[in-house]
């Protein structure tokens, strides 16, 4: 995934019946049969020219641009104090001090005005600096007729990647949010910005996709509508219209291998990013429900469904939970199936992530569950989502993981040749070597077959074994023992849940042999 950055009928009735033809009750037909979709070929009126609505629509779009400061560290003049400083390049008199040093940065981005006293909206990583070094100095909105003003910085909501902007000024074009929830796969739709600082551009396509998952995105925020309408960088911000003139997504992302448009962009829906702008325009943040849990989608690993004995793509796995958090208050377990919740069903273009952080904080909601096989329902009290760099794993890489050995630790490791590994019990030493927390239990890997299967499904030195078919194994014998069980039972696999620092833990399925 890249950031797009500065940068998605009348029925004819003709003829009259000679003969009747009797069809069997309930016959299936084609889904094109003739005259089985007329009703939904294009409206009368539809434009043969999207030129009148773009000459109304276009002056709402705007150009964005920031300026940043940027802090560079020059690396130190192998060569200073020598006759030979300056003939690279040294500046500053050749000190080679490897001072830092400014430097001033651009950023180009679309947004679109949606009042007519000037506040804009457009994405969070188009007023955001560039590094960690930069810092934004000034965001300025230029209009269509290339009048300038300085914007003030609202509100933003990384999470959505939307921000809210206000310039001074009044009797400004605006546009109005649509009803994203309607558009449908094959709808027209028009997207207006500035790619590559071209200036206003306008391109048309169809919806491609709606509720599409990018993985860039937590919680109720990863959900988009894709497009084949050409989207640049500097298209986002912009807005994707409806050939109504609504404003049903903002351009934010393209998928791409080069860089630049293959006709596969995303915006994000208006339905989600109105009730957005709506709270930052109250100078309110935005708050979204919480469980406090790990989730893992059925169709990571095969195998991984069938072994929680529920359908491919029915619901989602808990495979952590927060102590103290909504979910463990709730009673919900890891290793539980989560199949719905407030009466609405997990899949996966609605997730229980997705369905989570749009309930309110403080909401009391019923979770249905599969737990060992049998269907229970819990009842959670949402918390509040703590913010995005909050939840981010911490932790530094060590090279030293203080792990022993894998070949010559005599009676200390497990033979467990069936599954591919050698494995020593898990110390609080090394638990604390590893980054991980200390109630962790387990076994811990100190060497892997890299021809097992357990290698393929990325299992590595360092990862904590904690359950083999759903049972502890806090020690080598107890790990062979459960792999000797499966065998004995004429099982091909072993669903493993393991852990490790900065990915906490996650369910796999493994074959033996």
């Known amino acids: 995934m890249r950031y797009a950055y500065a940068l ?70 192998p060569f200073s104090g020598t006759p030979f400083e300056n003939f690279f390049g040294g500046q500053g008199g050749g000190s080679g001090s490897g001072a830092p040093v400014t430097r001033q940065a651009q950023s180009l981005g679309s947004g679109f005005i949606i009042s007519a006293d000037g506040y804009v909206v457009t994405n969070n990583h188009v007023i955001s600096a560039g590094t960690r070094n930069a810092v934004v100095e000034t965001i300025t909105v230029t209009l269509s007729d290339r009048k300038e003003y300085k914007a003030r910085l609202i509100g933003r909501d990384p999470t959505s990647d939307l921000a809210l902007l206000k310039i001074d000024a009044t009797n400004l074009p605006f546009v109005r949010f649509g009803d994203s929830a309607r558009a ?60 109504n003139g609504n404003v049903i997504g903002i351009n934010s992302q393209i998928f791409s291998p080069t860089g630049g448009n293959v006709g596969i962009g995303f915006a994000i829906p208006a339905e989600v990013a109105k009730p957005v702008i709506d709270t930052l325009m109250k100078g309110r943040s935005v708050q979204r429900g919480y469980l406090g849990v790990g989730i893992q989608s059925l169709a990571d690993q095969p195998g991984l469904a069938e072994a929680f004995g529920v359908p491919k793509n029915v619901g989602e796995l808990i495979a952590r939970v927060e102590p103290g958090e909504a979910a463990d208050k709730a009673g919900i377990r890891q290793g539980d199936v989560v199949l719905k919740v ?23 909601i019923p979770i249905d569950l599969i737990r060992d096989g049998k269907r229970m329902t819990v009842t959670a009290t949402v918390g509040t989502r703590p913010p995005e760099d909050q939840l981010a794993t911490a932790g530094d890489d060590n090279d030293d993981d203080g792990l022993p050995g894998g070949n010559d630790q005599g009676n200390q490791t497990s033979a467990a040749a069936s599954l591919g590994a050698q494995v020593v019990p898990l110390t609080p030493q090394i638990a604390r070597q590893l980054g991980l927390e200390a109630t962790v239990r387990g076994v811990v890997i100190v060497q892997v077959d890299q021809s097992s299967d357990l290698a393929t499904k990325g299992l590595q030195r360092g990862d904590v074994i904690s359950s083999i078919d759903r049972k502890p194994v806090t020690t080598p ?35 033996i042999k």
């Open 8 to 77: 998605t009928a009348a029925l004819l009735l003709g003829g009259t019946a000679a003969t009747m033809t009797l069809s069997p009750i309930g016959a299936q037909t084609a889904q094109n049969e003739p005259g089985a979709i007329s009703a939904s070929a294009p409206r009368a009126g539809a434009p043969m020219s999207f030129a009148d609505m773009v000459a109304k629509l276009q002056p709402a779009v705007v150009n964005i641009s920031t300026t940043q400061r940027v802090t560079l560290n020059q690396q130190q003049n």
């Open 184 to 243: 449908r796969v094959g709808d027209w739709v028009v997207a207006i910005g500035n790619p590559f600082g071209l200036g206003g551009t306008v391109t048309a396509g169809i919806v491609s996709a709606v509720h599409r998952s990018t993985g860039t995105q937590p919680g109720n925020a990863d959900r988009f509508i894709q497009t084949d309408a050409s989207i640049n960088q500097g298209n986002s911000g912009g807005p994707m219209f409806d050939l």
């Open 342 to 364: 407030a009466g609405q069903d997990v899949t996966p273009d609605q997730t229980l992530s997705f369905l989570v952080a749009n309930q309110a904080p403080g909401t009391r």
């Open 477 to 511: 014998a107890e790990a062979s023992a459960a792999i000797a069980a499966a065998k004995a039972a004429n099982r091909k696999t072993v669903l493993i849940y393991f852990q490790r620092a900065r990915l906490g833990g996650r369910y796999v399925a493994v074959d």
